[in-house]
């Protein structure tokens, strides 16, 4: 979907949950029986900044209201910018307030919270916290952040997400058994850095990871950002490089302890593109591109091969949605710059990274993640994806395919022609389905045909945005469905 900003210039920052260093503070304190709690804290620390992660875990059997979590650093920690709560630093002292979603928390219920943070020289972890101005208990064991990790192989974390590879023309888990995604995208970490209003839109803690789970889905696609993901000299630094990816890390994690598959989907890229449907005039990755570029993009890949390899809960979706298409050629040429990039592409205006020499990026990783390749025409033509198909040695290739009421290939006739042959041969994901007009009665047709030929699927989007400005799931972040996301909650809830 093309992200657009009129739409998406309102942004909530939100929670970055799990990390390298943790400790748990929980002991309740006798005198404030009634604000029985447990606080825990976690850090991804990279050098000169970190990212810390609070969580608030109301043990007593009232629910807790207008909590307010203050704790002191010992060195030089200055707050940057605060998410899923108000953060507030004077001093050395750093206190935490509720944001406006979650200001109460149920009995055995828990918040989470997060910031950055820079400093030099020691990070030492807070000796204490306190809730409501009442000790909340315990004190941490000596702690030392570590470095986050972006270039070594990454150790799948707890949790019952599957890790899948691709068995004919199934998606399969470790022990063979055949595996049908359904989900959702998660939108807001392909925009929301590059605009300079933070990582994500809108919250991205246990509690909403736990709403979209509520609905039985098992998959989040994750769209981010090149530019943000590499720390270009373009984003503000708060929400580049090693922060950035340790939010997108953290998220990814946060989904695999709730058994989601997630898809990281790499949606906005660099380069110049003027030419037809051109999104904007601007070489920085603030829209959406008809390819990926050579510049960056192999290294971008690299580098998140590095970060998720080992990790095969995770799918690697290549490139959103490519719309070459509109500046070469015939079919032919554009397939032909889709996979192979470089003197095909004429008429894109800066060099293109073919899907073949994204594909060799990753697995000169050692990477063995399923990859998924999105067709041309914004993901909706797959005529001659299976004649064009790059090589893979780890035999881990999907077909992606995006469908939307509005697009060319919306019919049942045209998903019979062009979409059956390719489910047939290889995995088909319907990374993004929807429709344009408030209803459900497009995407309803279109999952009785994905579920006829066993293909996976996942709704546009699990935002909060008036559904006619675009598709949108939800109208709370606590799940409750658009007419829309009603369809799809119902289909995602009967499959079980």
Known sequence: MRSGPALLGAVSALAVVGATTAFTLGTPS??????????????????????ANLTLKNLGTAPLSGWRISYTYAGNQQLQQGWNATWAQSGQTVTVTPATWNGTIAPNASISAGANFGYSGANA??????????????????????????????????GGAPQLHVSGNRLADAAGAAVTLRGVNRSGGEFACVQGNGLFDGP?????????????????????????????????LRYAGAPYRAAIKSYVDLLHQNGLVAILDLHWTHGVYTGNSSACSDVNATCQKPMTDSEHSVDLWTSVANTFKGD?????????????????????????????????????????????????????????????????AYSNDLTGWLQYKPSDPAGNLVASWHSYNFNTCSSSSCWDSQLAPVAAAVPLVAGE????????????????????HQASYLGWTWNTWPCTSGPALITSYDGTPTAFGAGIRARFLAAG
Request: charged share 10%.
């Open 125 to 158: 972890a807070p000796a204490s916290f306190s809730v409501n101005g009442e000790p909340c208990g315990g004190t941490p064991p000596p702690t030392t952040p570590t470095t986050l990790p972006t270039t070594t192989t990454s150790t799948p974390p707890p």
């Open 433 to 452: 389905i929807g429709e344009n007009d408030c209803a459900s009665g497009y995407v309803t047709g279109l999952m009785d045909w994905l579920d006829r």
């Open 312 to 376: 095969n809960a995770t799918i690697l979706d290549l490139f959103n949605e490519p719309y070459l298409d509109r500046a070469v050629s015939g079919s032919a040429q554009a397939w032909t710059c889709w996979r192979d990039g470089g003197s095909a592409c004429s008429g894109i205006g800066y060099p293109v990274a073919g899907m073949q020499t994204l594909v060799n990026a990753v697995r000169a990783t050692g990477a063995t993640n399923v990859i998924m390749l999105g067709g041309l």
């Open 204 to 236: 991205m803690d246990a509690a909403s990871v736990a709403a979209i789970k509520s609905w039985h889905a098992n998959v989040v696609r994750v769209p981010f950002n090149e530019d943000c993901w590499l720390g270009l000299s373009n984003v503000d």
């Open 30 to 51: 006798p005198a404030a029986a009634a604000t029985a709690c447990e606080v825990g804290y976690t850090v991804n620390d990279w050098g000169s900044g970190f990212t």
